[in-house]
C-alpha cells in the first residue's frame, strides 16, 4: 500500500534555487535526447575532502549533449533522512551552477541531473532529481528514459492515494517508489525491494539514481535500453591507467549515463551497470543486489542510436569506444555503397568518424570540405528572405581549396526531416564541387522513439516521403544511399564485448518499427 504522506517539497522550498536562462535553439534539431543522470559519493570517512558537488556539475557538464533544457543537483551529508540540499533550474549546467549556487550544495554523495523533455514540458517543475518526503525520509531520483506503460502504471499510483504535480515520467517513477512491495515491509523501508517493484510494473524504458540517507542506488530497466555506467574517484597523482596502486587509494564512486568526462572529472572507467540490474553504492563501495529478468523469449533492447548519433564518441558502450563503432558505420557503408570520387568528407562533427572509416575502407582520402561556426546561437539576427534562401551559411563554410573540381562524398550520421542536407549540397556546389554523392551512416528513420528519444512523427520524417533516389534528387545531391539495418548491427556488435549471440539485442525501432514491449497506446 502507499505512504499516505508521501509528498512532493513544496514549490516554496525551492524558489530561492531556482533560475531560469534562455535556452539554445532547438528548431533545427531533428531528433534529441531526453537525459543525463550522474552521481557521486565519497568513500572513508566523513565528512570528505572531495568537492562532490563540483565532481556532479562536472559530470553533467559532460553530459550537456543529452540535454540543454534544464538541470539540476541534490546533495546530502548522510546524516538523517531529512535535510537534502538542492538547487536546480533551466538552461545549460554552467548558466545554472555559478559560486552561489555551489557554495550551498555541500554533502558527502548526491546525484544530478540534465533534461530535454518528451514526456513533459520544458518548465521549471519538472526539472530533475524529483525529491519526495515519504514517512522514512527524503528521496530524490533522477531519471533518463520514457515509461512505455506510464498511463498504467499512473492509473496504479493515483489508485493508492498518491497525488502527482506534473506529467513527468519522471516524478511518476519517484511517487511510485513509495508503494510498499507486495511482500510487505518489517523493519523500515525496503529500497531494493520497492525498485524491484516497480521495475516489475515498468520493465522499458529508464536509467535512475535515487538518493536516500548515506546510499545511492542505480537502477537499470530489464532491456538495457538506456545506458548506465561506474567508475571510481582515484587521486590526480594515481591517474595514470598503468599505475598498480591505483585501487589502493579510491576515493570514491561515481555512476553515469556515460563514461564521458570520467578522466576529466579523476574517474577511471568499471563496467555498465547490466540490464535489470540493482546497484547499491556507499561509502564502503559498490554492491550488486541482484537483476530482474526480461521476458525469456527477449533480448536486449539497447537504444542503436546511442552508437549512431547521441552518445559523446569517447564513452564506452558493450566493451567498445562509440568512436570506434562510428567508424565500423562507415567501413559498413563503404562495403555497401561504393562510390568513384576524389575525396570522403563529413558534416561536422557526428559524421566524421563513419567519414573516416569509409576513407580507410574505399582507399579514398579524407578531407575536410565543410567549416562549421560554433558560435551561432539562438540571437543570431534573423533571417531575411535572402539568408533563408541561403540556408545554412550562416552554420558552415567550404574549404574552397578542398571542394573546387572535385568529386565528393559526403557523409552524415543521419537525415530526419532532410531540411538541412539540402543547404549544405548547394554551399558546396556554390564552391565548385563537380559532385556530391551522399552516404548516410545509418538506416533511414521512419518510426517515433516512444522511449526516451524525441523523434518527430511518421507524417515529418523524409524516409517516410520519398525513398533514397527521391530524396537525392529533391536535395540535390548526384546520389544518396543509406547504411541497411544489418550493416549497422554489424558495426555495433563488431567490437562487442559479449560474444553469446542469446545475450546481444539492441533496439531498432525507430528504423523497423519492432518495439522491444509493446505500446499501450
Not at 543525463?36 to 575532502?49: L, R, S
Not at 548526491?110 to 514517512?135: K, L
Not at 591505483?246 to 563514461?259: P, Q
Not at 529533391?474 to 558495426?491: C, N, P, T
Amino acid at each position: 500500500m502507499a505512504e499516505a504522506n508521501s509528498k512532493n517539497i513544496p514549490a516554496e522550498d525551492q524558489s530561492d534555487t531556482m533560475s531560469t536562462l534562455l535556452l539554445p535553439n532547438s528548431d533545427e534539431a531533428g531528433i534529441t535526447h531526453n537525459c543525463g543522470v550522474f552521481g557521486c559519493i565519497a568513500a572513508g570517512e566523513w565528512p570528505t575532502h572531495i568537492d562532490v558537488a563540483q565532481i556532479i556539475c562536472l559530470g553533467l557538464v559532460a553530459l550537456q549533449h543529452r540535454g540543454q533544457e534544464s538541470a539540476g543537483i541534490v546533495t546530502s551529508k548522510g546524516e538523517d533522512t531529512k535535510k537534502f540540499s538542492m538547487h536546480k533550474g533551466m538552461g545549460l549546467v554552467s548558466h545554472i551552477f555559478d559560486d552561489l549556487a555551489m557554495g550551498k550544495l555541500k554533502g558527502n554523495l548526491g546525484i544530478g541531473h540534465t533534461r530535454y523533455s518528451t514526456s513533459a514540458s520544458s518548465e521549471v517543475v519538472n526539472c530533475q532529481p524529483f525529491v519526495v518526503h515519504t514517512q522514512h525520509g527524503a528521496l530524490a531520483v533522477a531519471h533518463n528514459g520514457e515509461l512505455v506503460n506510464a498511463e498504467s502504471l499512473r492509473k496504479k499510483v493515483l489508485d493508492r492515494g498518491l497525488g502527482l504535480s506534473t506529467m513527468s515520467d519522471s516524478e511518476l517513477i519517484t511517487q511510485a517508489l513509495c508503494l510498499n512491495p507486495p511482500e510487505g515491509e518489517t523493519d523500515g523501508p525496503n529500497w531494493p525491494a520497492r525498485i524491484k517493484h516497480v521495475m516489475k510494473l515498468s520493465p522499458l524504458s529508464y536509467s535512475l539514481v535515487l538518493l536516500y540517507r548515506d546510499r545511492i542506488y542505480g537502477v537499470r530497466d530489464p532491456y538495457g535500453n538506456r545506458p548506465l555506467c561506474l567508475g571510481k574517484l582515484v587521486p590526480a597523482t594515481n591517474r595514470s591507467h598503468n599505475n598498480p596502486k591505483v585501487d589502493e587509494d579510491i576515493e570514491g564512486w561515481v555512476i553515469s549515463s556515460e563514461s564521458s568526462g570520467f578522466l576529466a572529472i579523476g574517474a577511471r572507467y568499471m563496467r555498465e551497470v547490466e540490464p535489470g540490474e540493482i546497484v547499491e553504492l556507499t561509502k564502503n563501495g559498490i554492491k550488486s543486489l541482484g537483476i530482474v529478468d526480461r521476458p525469456e523469449d527477449k533480448l536486449p533492447a539497447f537504444c542503436i542510436f546511442e552508437y549512431v548519433y547521441f552518445a559523446r564518441p569517447d564513452s564506452i558502450f558493450e566493451g567498445q569506444v562509440v568512436y570506434s563503432a562510428r567508424m565500423q558505420c562507415g567501413r559498413e557503408l563503404a562495403k555497401e555503397a561504393p562510390c568513384d570520387a576524389d575525396i570522403v568528407s563529413s558534416v561536422p562533427e557526428s559524421g566524421t568518424a563513419a567519414a573516416h572509416g569509409y576513407s580507410r575502407q574505399s582507399g579514398i582520402p579524407f578531407a575536410e570540405v565543410l567549416c562549421k561556426n560554433r558560435y551561432v546561437g539562438r540571437t543570431f539576427i534573423q533571417p531575411s528572405t535572402r539568408l533563408r534562401q541561403l540556408g545554412v551559411a550562416k552554420k558552415f563554410g567550404a574549404l574552397l581549396d578542398n571542394v573546387y573540381g572535385k568529386k565528393i562524398i559526403l557523409i552524415d550520421d543521419s537525415i530526419v526531416r532532410g531540411n538541412t542536407i539540402g543547404p549544405i549540397i548547394k554551399l558546396l556546389r556554390d564552391a565548385g564541387a563537380k559532385e556530391v554523392h551522399i552516404r548516410v551512416a545509418s538506416p533511414p528513420i521512419k518510426y517515433p522513439c516512444y522511449m526516451g528519444i524525441n523523434i518527430p512523427t511518421r507524417e515529418e520524417l523524409i524516409a517516410n516521403k520519398l525513398d533514397a533516389s527521391q530524396l537525392a534528387q529533391f536535395v540535390g545531391a548526384d546520389s544518396l544511399v543509406y547504411l541497411s539495418i544489418e550493416g549497422l548491427q554489424s558495426a555495433v556488435t563488431y567490437s562487442i564485448r559479449e560474444k553469446d549471440p542469446k545475450k546481444i539485442g539492441h533496439c531498432t525501432a525507430c528504423l523497423s518499427g519492432n518495439y522491444p514491449e509493446k505500446l499501450e497506446w
